[in-house]
């Protein structure tokens, strides 16, 4: 059994729920998360290029291996729309055994297709 330092969220904002998805698929293939959740809107307020801007958003969060969210956070980067995407590890602290561990099984089986 895994202990739960050994699982992390990774918080993804998008420009819509179409992006979100397509990042969802692409990691979801790759075994990089064993499963991402699209909230699909947001209204983001954030300092951009000397302005305060204003943007409905999507949030789309895995649930992976924290040995995985480096390659998932890298993957996310090449494939996102944005300059600078908004991606953040979370560590999960704590949990349901049996959760924790059905993603560890669902992030091990096809890691070889990064």
Known sequence: ???AGDYCLVYVTT???AEARKLAHSALDR???ACANILPE???LYWWNGAIETAYECVLLFKTRRSLAHSLMEK???EHSYECPAILEVPIE???PDFLQWIGDETVARVDHQ
């Open 42 to 44: 947001m209204e983001s």
């Open 15 to 17: 420009s819509d729920a």
């Open 31 to 33: 075994r990089l998360a």
């Open 1 to 3: 059994m895994s202990d």
């Open 94 to 96: 704590g949990g349901n």
């Open 76 to 78: 996310i980067k090449v």
